[in-house]
């Protein structure tokens, strides 16, 4: 048995007996239990007989919802931040729990103001024991916390302290305030603390309570004080008060009430003092009732404690267990208190009703609304987002329908901004980031269909944007309208790819890039995409089972085709999923678009019992978005799932006719044809045209009337219009499908013979298209006759744009054809031309469209182009929260649909007709038109998925303006005259296209901006000019004679440039031979070539096909692959000659723009110019030294610096396409410490960062670590193409440079010999550091005088004058600068104050 320690032992013998102890392992005598672990296993015990639980997981979904606003984590306790200025001691003092801790803490009790009694005699050796029976209570005992005997005890010390002490009924202690007790004047407060503050007494603590003759002393004085006092006196010392104390603090003491104790004496106290309140009190008592009046915002408390008349519930005797009332329980029973009206600033949070709207805080909701729950504020109506989330997941089935009704409501408002202006942040962000997806998925495997159909409307809420889907539809029938971008996010690549990686096949990296997003986990690819989230998620799978098996109501059913629809629009992969998920195609055809099905008969008003077996237009329009995905998709839907059947069903007859309800049958008969429409782009269902082609023929029949005679039911004749214009739509396409037939009928013979497999012809040719043309031809005629009148106008404005876009496809496949006759289709051209065409183009009205083109541009008013107020990263959309505004470019009276048909016809009669050419450029002449193209070069808007669509369809207008004017160029002087705005016009439209117009793209490279004759400058005089202007500018500006008689002159080399301008154009081209696939899949869209097209969708918006700077893209490339050839180990000494053309004719173009269109380079940041062209000199060794580079170059950095620019040059804002200009800087120091051979230009483009308003770090590259290349940066001071002041002005503040300065000086790194523009710069800053007086800290005073004292000691006798002499730069000085042949007083008297050791007072310091 071990002993136990004894008095003198150390503390090494308690560390032995603990090794004994442990060594003998046995158990100690007291043993610590975790209750928490022992309560946890004893849970986990479960019985072998008891059944397992059916539970419902879904794969990384918490138990419970997360935080809708982001919190930082919780610190642990034990983590808490320690500050180095902390007191370690007084760390441990905080933290020490010891029990000497305790004791040293001790503060004695103050007693000053407890009565003090002498012992009373009795006569007896000892106290008398004191018994608890000699002591009659006055209360009652009852059991609680103490004991009879405690309770008795404190019994006899009350009666003891009552005979000792008299009451005093007017005493009141100053510390405590109830609510019959306010806060006395300021005045009388001071006095009484300073009293108090002057009382005797020692080791009296603060704060103590004061003795009843104290108290009674100040309680006679402040009576006395208020009794002199006026009213006004009193108001002014009661605001004065209020005003020094917490507001807070203020209210809380106004709405603070009396606590109502259960002990009768303390009731029978309380009634007392209410009685004999004083004057002094009741004065108070009414100047804060008067505030409390006064105050709009009454507030009550929300700690009260609940009292026995708050409980509506009264307790019986018979009751059991209700003997004694538990309040704080029954707290919930009572009357809720009145919202409070808040007065703030600060973020409160949102409440919703059960319709969606917000309710404003401190709103008087009626409880019977059922608002009002048992939350955080009780009193506050309304749901937060939490609340909602925690609700969606009850038990009770109406609880949780109730909730999810409620978010889709909330979600609904929020995508139509009715909370933009109300709420901090983005609902729908905070709903997805909070986990509404999940909560949806989870709730959509519901069992109960009430369920179900609120979590799909929620679901609809979230993904359908209705506005979106109807401005889709309505441009479907504009120029090559039927082709959107997929709805799908731009997703960022987050690490950079290995060159090997780079260079692996298509194949390979769509496998691992369909690996990587198989490994990630929901949440993480629902943060990024919501919809692929949902697919990850096997969203299809649940929807198709409950179409299929659940069968839910109308309006459940028709939400879920729409929630497909707009999967369907995501992407081309998630319409493969849809149409790979098993029966979910078959189910809908079958179900909602049956060939018969059984009449259904509703009364009026009443909604259909079931959309099951009966067709859908939702249905139709879902096939036909799944089939612009792609030709296979449009052939499987047509093929396998028999949708040619459905197009014939329901074109052929009429929708009056047909046994649904008007307004769903004209949808369906509308889908139907667009569904058609987009097969015919892909050359496909042209044999249902031979099929319905008489019902295609009574169709059109009907147009005219639609002209002349509009029909008064306005919903009805709008049903007849969209049905038109779609008709004309699958006519124009059908069109371009039969003329490629004989095209692919020639390569179908010729491949019989080589055994090469062709593409088929379709079933149709020229011939049965080509009678069409003439009724329409008269149908154009008829509507353009009602121009005159508006209001006919404005209903057939659409309808003849779509006549005029198929004239166009007819006319250019017409000259394609075998059988194609020009004299007559001449002839036909002139006749149509001169009757109809150009008198239309001489009305006014055309030019009243013209003038409309600025108002209604989304070039010229970018706000049109702006997201949604609920825009979403992961879930993209148009945005359109409501109805367009008139003056958009898809309002109402929006010009450019019709005038881009308009361009598009008269684009192809002058292909046709050369010599109708300069007729149809008559349209180029308005006013309006060229106001247009003046302001839509200015505009910039941000490019996203709205802006993109919208932009789409203005680019189309621009295009076709251009190759007008670029075929009336040669032809009429008035287009001759606008040459230089059109070459704007087409530089600034090539830099702006999006994807998918890649064919636009190509052309305006190869035709127009590269076309000598869209640059007249060149040929009239322009290089001449250009020298005469540059020479003035330069002397103007104090240019030197280097500079203005520099050779060759600017003029010379733009002379050479616009000779160029073709071999130019053939390297531009060859330069972007990269993307000739999709310059190629982009050509038979727009030439409608439908059997090559592949989909109508779009490629993914990445944003503009070509960055703002493409002129100097091929620098960048060349630059590219030379730093990948480096970076393997190979020397690039020197590179091909088709290279080096490549790269002078990027800098003769660059030089041309800047020179002729400087405005088109204003967007792009002259810092990133230079870093372009740095890329030059770090191409190779000697590139920068082949004579057009190096000319071209030195052209180029004579523009860059001239004033007005170089005062724009930004080095430390971020640059597109650079990660850093400190890094590219080191590179070109590296390069030219290695390659330079001292070349001047070299030299000056290194010199341009060192200025001095830029970074100091670009000079400390320089002066520290690159110090050789001061031995061979030997750029004269006049032939630096900037002032030499930006260089010394102002005075450099960096004492480590300063010293870097001086060291190169005084050891000879840097001389005037080599170096004489940073040897100016270097000894002007140094004169300056070492003469400033100005009041600095320590240790730059002594640097300060440290270096005059070493420049004064200096032995080089030059450098010495130099550093003490130095007056002002002069490049026209031989050394550079100025001097004083004799230093200025205030100077001598400084380096007499430095040096008096060294200098003699009578020793002056001319000689020096």
Known sequence: MLGRPKPGESEDDLLLFQQQFLAAGTSPAAKIVNKRKVQSQNADRIPVNAVPRDTVTLEALPDLPPSLMPAPPKKSKAGAVKFQGDDSEEQMDLQDQHITAVLSKIIE??????????????????????????????????????????????????????????????????????????SPPPRVTEVSEKEQSTDGGSGGRLGGELSPQESQRIHEENVARLQAMSKEEIEEERNNLLARLDPSLVAFLKSRKSEVSCSEGAKDKMESRKTEKTHEEEQIHSCLTRQSEASPAEEEPMDQKPTEDDIPLKPEKGWVHMDVPEYEKLEWMKDLPKPRRWKTNEEMQARFSFLGDLIPPGVDVPTHLGLHHHGEQPEQAGYSLQELFHLARSQVIQQRTLALQTLARIIQKAKAGDFSSLLKYSILRMLLDAGLLFLLRFSLDDSVENVIAACVQALKALLVSPFDEEYLDRTFCWYLGASVFPLRPNEAEEDDEDEEEEEEPKSKGNENSKSKEDKKADPDVARADTVKGLLKMKVLHRLRYILEVVRPIPSVSLDILEILTRIARHSSEACNEILGCPRLLDTIVSEFLPSTWKIQTPRTGEPMTSTHSVPVAAAMKLTRVLACAGRNMSAVLLNKHNMKERIGRFVAEDPCDLPLEQQEAFALSIEALRLWAVAANYGQACDLYKDLYPALMKMLQTLPKLTSQPMEDGQLYGFYMQRAEVLICLLINITNSTGCTAELQAQLISSSRDQVEHIPPPPVDWSHVAGIKPFLEACVKRCLKEVNCPATWNKVRQLTATYIIYLGTYYSKLIQQPSYRPVDCLEELEQFCSATLFPFLSLPVLESMFEDLRSHSALCSPRSCHPGPETVHSLVSLGFAGRESPLSLLGSKSPFAFLTAMLYLLNTISSVHKGLTEKCSSVLHSKGLRDYLVHSCRGSPPIHHRSAWLLRHEFHFQHFVLQLASKAITISPQVTGQTPLYHYVAVTLLSQLLPGSEHLAHELLSKLIFNQDMIPEGKSGGPEAEDLSCILQLRADGGTAEQVHSNPTRGTLLGAAFKQLPTIRAHYLAHFTHVQPAVSRSKTFYTGQNHLVQSVLLPDMTGALLPADWAFLPLINLYDQVNRVEMKGKTVESLAANLVEMVTSCLQWALLLETWRGELLQGLPLAAKLARLMCVFLTGSNLFLEPGIHDNLTALLLIYCQRKKMDSLDLSAPLPGLTSFQDLYVRLLEQFESV?????????????????????????????????????????????????ENYTHPAETCLDLLRQYFKTLVTGTLRLSWCPVLYVVAVAHVNNFIFSQEVVDEVFDAARKSMLRKSYLLTDEALRRHLLHFKLPNVESPCGFDMYEQLPLMRRRWMQKVLRDLISPEVGLEAQ
Do not use: Y
């Not at 009879?148 to 006899?156: D, E, G, M, P, T």
């Not at 003891?160 to 007790?181: D, I, K, L, M, W």
């Not at 001047?1240 to 001095?1252: E, N, S, T």
């Open 109 to 182: 009790r103050d007693t000053r103001a407890s009565p003090i009694s002498l012992p009373v005699s009795t006569g007896l050796a000892f106290p008398k024991v004191f018994h608890r029976s000699e002591v009659q209570s006055e209360v009652k005992l009852v059991s609680g916390k103490k004991s009879i005997f405690a309770q008795k005890l404190a019994a006899k010390k009350a009666a003891e302290a009552t005979r000792a002490v008299p009451s005093f009924s007017g005493f009141r202690p100053r510390t405590g305030v109830t609510q019959e007790q306010r």
């Open 1236 to 1284: 330079s051979f001292g070349d001047q230009l070299f030299g000056c483009f290194l010199l341009l960062p060192l200025q001095r308003r830029f970074s100091t770090q670009l000079r400390q590259a320089v002066f520290v670590e690159h110090v050789s290349v001061l031995r061979t940066l030997g750029v004269q001071l006049k032939q630096l193409p900037i002032p030499l």
